[in-house]
């Protein structure tokens, strides 16, 4: 009866050219009948409009509500709820009434992210006025300009850490949180020289990605092997700039003093790039007996068939040794097995001082020389290398067997400590009549002669080899070699 009653007083509506009210609906504002809703406020009469101006992200900007009646005038006095997005559902940002106008303006801050710069109006509706939904309206968010700053030491030894801060903040100075990204790009590696082309055309990269706090700043230990210029770098946000901060360059410096040589000295003729970086602590060194891939790299070099010691006899020594640079770097010998105490002894005591070494390789890396019938010396000799073993005749004698080939015998520096051969003085001349206090020695009371003489090393030669030294206690042939009484009073 009373759906009839509905029906005819409807009707009687329509021809009298009444407004109808459309039925109450019972769905919640923000639900899937929002928009219904919507339409609905305007369709009788009632709409709600939302503008504002554009703000960056934590200002206050002007947002401006017009409610319009169903006579099209302003729906005065009218008492409004604005909501927002927040954490992903409406929540009421503000309560406002409109002027005689139906218009009312009002502040709200502009969120950082965009989905929570969404607003929408809700009018609860009156005796007059039905309720009514605007259309969803969001905040134009101007992204702020944001700073980057990356402090830090100018200088760390090398193997040792720094602290890198980086602080990032609006123009204003706002602490920001969030990721950063951590560049860097190459200068120089220890031991090596690069051009002003060479540097500039080393690429940034990314090494590590860290975070700023509520405070905006973060803190990151480094471990710099080289020289490098560092970078912090963040990327465009919805309301924040991307940037850069200036460069740091971070200066990787030696734990030992570097060699200075008089300005006329001449350099190896062979230059061999730098070691491996030193591993451990101290010397560290490890005696094994002689790998596969060494052996099989020693023979036809090194070693021959007929060779007075053979594989079983002879040991590798890995250790760490300070070079001309001062860096640690990892070097190798072969050297006798009954001599390895003597070895790591004598090098300890090196590495204790940071007495310098230009390299240390094997010497089977520098070929086969059919002069010498064994690992060309007089290569390794012309790039100042430090090697032991060696099966091959004596440097200008090859009548005779170099004690090397015993593997009781070690070379130190030859470039700087020349020998004086049958031939003549090899690898130069320049160096035969002057020292060094570090890596030149012409006297036994030199530190480095010193030093071998305490761990049962011979400065067998004196100033004819300088470079050369013998472990103490040979018998048979290698005495008689070390005597002299085949090569002419050296054998090399």
Not at 153 to 179: K, M, S, Y
Not at 415 to 431: D, H, L, Q
């Amino acid at each position: 009866m009373r759906a009839l009653l509905v029906s005819l007083l409807g009707t009687a509506a329509v021809l009298a050219g009444l407004p109808v009210a459309p039925a109450a609906s019972s769905a919640a504002p923000g639900s899937t009948a929002r928009d219904s809703l919507a339409v609905r406020g305007s369709a009788s009469g009632v709409l709600l409009t939302l503008t504002s101006a554009p703000g960056p992200a934590d200002d206050l900007t002007s947002v401006t509500l017009t409610a319009t009646g169903v006579d099209g005038l302003g729906l005065a006095n009218a008492p409004v709820t604005i909501e927002r997005v927040g954490s992903g559902s409406w929540v009421r940002a503000a309560d406002v009434v409109t002027d005689a106008a139906g218009v009312t303006t009002f502040a709200l801050p502009v969120a950082r992210t965009p989905d929570d710069n969404r607003l929408r109006a809700t009018y609860a509706g009156d005796a007059t006025h039905p309720a009514a939904v605007s259309a969803e309206h969001a905040l134009t968010l101007v992204p702020r300009e944001s700073r980057l700053r990356l402090r830090g030491p100018r200088r760390v030894v090398d193997e040792q850490t720094g602290t890198l801060r980086v602080e990032w903040t609006t123009a204003r100075g706002a602490p920001v949180a969030g990721p950063v990204q951590l560049q860097r790009r190459l200068v120089a590696r220890p031991g090596e020289r690069m051009t002003p082309a060479q540097r500039r055309a080393q690429p940034w990269r990314t090494v590590q990605q860290v975070e700023t706090a509520a405070d905006g700043s973060a803190s990151v230990e480094v471990r710099p092997r080289a020289t490098f210029r560092w970078r912090a770098v963040v990327g465009d946000q919805s309301w924040l700039s991307g940037t850069r901060s200036r460069v740091l360059t971070l200066r990787n410096l030696p734990p030992g003093v570097p060699v200075r040589l008089p300005r006329a000295a001449p350099r190896p003729r062979i230059s061999l790039p730098p070691q491996p970086r030193a591993t451990g602590p101290g010397v560290h060194a490890v005696v094994r007996e002689i790998p596969d891939g060494v052996w099989r790299q020693m023979v036809g070099r090194s070693w021959r068939p007929g060779c007075p010691v053979g594989r079983a006899g002879l040991r590798l020594v890995q250790l760490n040794y300070y070079d001309f640079d001062g860096y640690r770097r990892r070097g190798e010998l072969v050297v006798n097995a009954g001599i390895t105490g003597q070895v790591v002894s004598a090098f300890t005591e090196w590495h204790e001082r940071r007495m310098p070494i230009r390299s240390m390789y094997r010497v089977d890396r520098f070929g086969w020389s059919p002069r010498l019938r064994g690992a060309d010396d007089y290569a390794s000799m012309a790039a100042g290398n430090t090697s032991a073993f060696n099966c091959r005749q004596v440097v200008g004698n090859p009548r005779v067997r170099s004690p090397h080939s015993w593997g009781r015998s070690v070379d130190i520096n030859p470039w700087e400590n020349p020998y004086r051969s049958r031939a003549g003085i090899v690898p130069n001349t320049w160096w035969a009549s002057r020292s060094h206090a570090r890596v030149a020695w012409r006297s036994p009371s030199h530190p480095v002669v010193a030093l071998m003489r305490r761990h049962g090393f011979r400065w067998t030669y004196g100033r004819r080899d300088n470079h050369h030294f013998d472990a103490a206690g040979a018998t048979g042939r290698l005495a008689a070699v070390l005597a002299g009484d085949r090569c002419g009073g050296v054998c090399k």
